[in-house]
């Protein structure tokens, strides 16, 4: 069966939320379709011992602060889940869950969108997918060859799954380093914290909200014409949320240099020496999930959709939200996205006028 609805939104997380807020202030009829079979977007799927970067004042999607959690200042993701539930409640947010979208397909002067629970056809469509579901596995050597456990980010949970094992993670980003420290601080895992360049850690009075503010001046000044302050990458790569802290300080997160291939039994490293391991965590980032979107062929460099603000360039009825800075500043981030999904109504709302 195929529906009509003025605008879809595809993606129940915090970026479908956010524009679905301002869809419903303007009151614009719209659908929401989210993979997930329940609120709370990739959230839902964090590892236990993951906090926010901010405290929740400054962790809110447009119109509702999130409520802070009792004994903590930086909540964790099950608190994000209960907010994301009660902002889609509060707003009457009109999110089908379950609902996988296959494909995007023009239909003259509509926009086709093909979800496994139905077909529906839109004037306007704003992808709000994310990353999550798109980890990336770098093709390094052995790879294949390693008889271990391999697995990403997106599959870790709790240093109990690894008690007594030998853990190497791999990457020197945010997730890296939480998930390092979270292992060592267990005290029953022998890991080793595998990285392409030295951590740069930033100062412990750093977190999301000084964060926000520096990435917002960046993209000021590049606005304006000046030249580029460099922005959070210019502080350093890593919040030194308590945890990492931590292991830090405790001398637990002396990252080696990556190593250079796999073995059967373990790793091998740039000096020919071997170390084994029974498994392998690669927190080595994402990729934009943007599959449904290959029928409208609008694929650019880095396998990235070129955009004007959000706005598809090869397709002007197609706004794509929440996928990082190449799609609105801080826009995949929970105070961040607000702003880029209202310029994005704004601009879909001048479609259907």
């Not at 994000?80 to 002067?109: I, S, T, W």
Request: aromatic letters at 8%.
């Amino acid at each position: 069966m195929t529906r009509t609805s003025p605008v879809v939104v595809i993606g129940g997380g915090q970026a479908g939320l956010a524009a679905g807020y301002h869809l419903r202030r303007l009151g614009i009829d719209f659908t929401i379709l989210g993979a997930d079979p329940a609120p709370g977007g990739s959230w839902q799927h964090m590892w236990d011992s993951l906090h926010l970067f901010s405290p929740a004042d400054h962790s809110s999607l447009p119109g509702r602060l999130m409520p802070t959690q009792p004994g903590t200042t930086y909540p964790d993701a099950g608190h994000v889940v209960e907010y994301l539930a009660d902002y889609e409640k509060r707003y009457d947010l009109p999110v089908q869950h379950g609902a996988r979208v296959d494909a995007v397909r023009r239909d003259g002067d509509r926009l086709l969108v093909e979800a496994d629970s139905g077909t529906w056809r839109a004037r306007a469509v704003i992808s709000a997918t994310g990353t999550w579901s798109r980890p990336f596995l770098p093709a390094i050597p052995g790879r294949f060859v390693f008889t271990g456990r391999q697995l990403h980010t997106v599959h870790y949970r709790r240093p109990a799954d690894f008690a007594g094992q030998r853990v190497i993670v791999a990457g020197g980003g945010n997730s890296g380093a939480q998930i390092a420290a979270d292992l060592a601080l267990d005290g029953h895992i022998d890991v080793t914290w595998a990285t392409q360049r030295p951590p740069r850690f930033l100062a412990d009075d750093i977190d999301g909200r000084a964060l926000f503010d520096v990435a917002t001046a960046r993209r000021r000044a590049l606005d304006a014409g000046r030249s580029d302050t460099g922005g959070v990458a210019s502080l350093g790569d890593i919040v030194a949320v308590p945890p990492v802290r931590a292991a830090r300080d405790a001398g637990l997160l002396a990252a080696k240099p990556m190593f250079t291939r796999l073995t059967a039994e373990g790793v091998q490293w740039a000096d020919g020496s071997q170390s084994g391991a029974d498994a392998v965590i690669w927190c080595t980032g994402f990729r934009p999930a943007l599959s449904h979107l290959a029928p409208l062929d609008l694929r650019g460099p880095r396998g990235r959709i070129p955009t004007d603000g959000t706005r598809a360039l090869g397709e002007p009825r197609l706004h794509l939200l929440g996928y990082g800075d190449w799609t609105g500043p801080a826009s995949a981030t929970l105070i961040g996205v607000g702003r880029t999904a209202r310029d994005a109504v704004r601009e879909v709302t001048g479609l259907l006028t």
